[in-house]
């Protein structure tokens, strides 16, 4: 597969061309990587009006994928998860969206800018704020009940600690009560690439987005917005123009450039690399389970171990850290380690050595669920004066915009929202000191 991004940036490079252009280091190597780095001179395209290099390599993408277009993000999937829910009420006119809860933060800043009104889907029961098991069933009471088909259902599909969620029969009813599904794959790129694929497109999603840096060997940033061949070619035709608006003008070519690269990558022998690393961590999942552990359910790349007795996830990372290890995630009660070819098969080793014998037995408690009033719009709340003060004395204060941390990013409280008290025990659960709250 050629990389036209990659050979134009190395020409570029390796020429003698006086940069009287941006950026300011002029090609000089104050960290090395400064050649490659450049803007859309004359010949290196525009992101945002692709007519040459960029749009050859976005289509190489797209054969990859097998979407109807692939769009490249160099703002991460955070760009193209608004740039998804624009697309969605463009196409449908509606400005209700019915979500599952788990939305990583990105989702609540874009409903703000979009004045969404969200119809949340909640799960049974919670063992961690990272998940939201959706039922099929649940779905289709949830549409039947609104006066009018939504913009679009929803979801985060791998969520952070991997859980999958029911994505073909999900599908089935969204279309067939003529709604978009949109998927936020941030953490499943590679989903693709399996035999037989698991990605959310191949599942009967609409649209998704994938954080190729997340799973592959593409530069911070770097992500793809991928519409199906299902969406009408009018709404794929504006996918552009909806990353134009919640985008830079100054895109990085550094990681524009490593997701070109990132073509040839997939397309020679990456879904053998896969399966073998698929292969080791499986291993490894197997000497920790007989070794004591209590590994979760995950997608085919990460390693979720639920924390024993005496002990969290903060401190199991730290064990591992102490032996050179560092993590994806830890909180109280889960540990995540998130694999890919790139890892050397000693590394496996060297993980299972760290963690040794399970030190007691397992029981991940289930948390309470914090349902809040909505009293205001996302919109509303997220644009009124605000204060912060102590997350204990927030009970009965209006949501301003969710404080949380990145990882994992998902809010207990959404803006506009009342703080319940499961809500305040969820903030001392997770470590959440401050809140910011409408005054």
């Known amino acids: 597969m050629n990389t036209p991004v990659a050979d134009f940036v190395r020409r570029y490079a390796q020429g003698d061309t006086t940069r009287f252009h941006m950026p300011g280091h002029k090609g000089q190597p104050f960290l090395g990587c400064e050649p490659w780095d450049i803007t859309e001179i004359h010949g290196a395209d525009a992101l945002y009006e692709a007519e040459g290099i960029l749009a050859q390599s976005e289509k190489n993408a797209a054969s990859l994928f097998g979407s109807q277009r692939t769009c490249y993000s160099t703002e991460g999937s955070s760009q193209c998860i608004r740039a998804m829910l624009y697309l969605a009420v463009a196409a449908s006119g509606s400005r209700t969206v019915v979500a599952a809860r788990n939305v990583h933060r990105a989702f609540v800043s874009a409903a703000a800018l979009l004045d969404l009104e969200i119809v949340w889907l909640w799960p049974e029961e919670s063992r961690s704020l990272c998940g939201c098991p959706i039922s099929p069933t649940q779905l289709e009471e949830t549409l039947a009940g609104l006066p009018e088909p939504p ?53 009967g999603a609409d649209l998704c987005c994938d954080s190729a840096h997340k799973t592959l060997p593409v530069l911070t940033g770097g992500a793809y917005l991928h519409i199906s061949h299902r969406v009408p070619p009018r709404i794929a035709a504006l996918a552009k123009d909806a990353l134009a608006l919640f985008g830079s003008t100054s895109p990085s070519y550094l990681t524009l450039t490593s997701l070109d690269l990132c073509n040839r990558y997939l397309a020679e022998g990456y879904p053998q690399r896969l399966a073998e690393a698929i292969e080791r961590l499986e291993r490894l999942r197997e000497t920790l389970t007989a070794a004591g552990w209590q590994t979760e ?30 993590c994806e995630y830890a909180d109280r009660d889960f540990l995540v380690l998130m694999a890919t070819p790139e890892n050397t098969p000693e590394a496996y080793t060297q993980v ?62 959404v803006s506009g929202e009342r703080i319940t008290q499961e809500a305040v025990a969820l903030f001392a659960y997770y470590g959440i000191q401050q809140v910011d709250v409408l005054v």
Request: aromatic fraction near 4%.
């Open 352 to 413: 299972a050595e760290a963690l040794g014998r399970c030190s007691g037995n397992t029981q991940t408690p289930l948390l309470p669920v914090a349902r809040g009033e909505r009293v205001c719009s996302i919109r509303q709340a997220a644009f009124a004066p605000r204060e912060t003060v102590d997350a204990a004395c927030s009970l009965g204060r209006i949501c301003g915009l969710p404080t949380v941390g990145c990882p994992p990013a998902i809010p207990i409280a």
């Open 151 to 203: 913009a679009a259902v929803y979801l985060t599909s791998p969520d952070y600690l991997g859980g999958m969620a029911e994505i073909p029969s999900l599908a089935e009813v969204c279309h067939r009560q003529g709604v978009l599904l949109l998927v936020d794959n941030a953490h499943g790129a590679y989903l693709r690439f399996l035999q037989p694929s698991l990605h959310p497109l191949d599942a």
């Open 297 to 326: 359910p995950s997608d085919p790349l990460r390693l979720t171990l639920a924390s024993p007795q005496g002990e969290t996830g903060q401190t199991l990372a730290q064990r591992l850290r102490q032996r050179g290890i560092e």
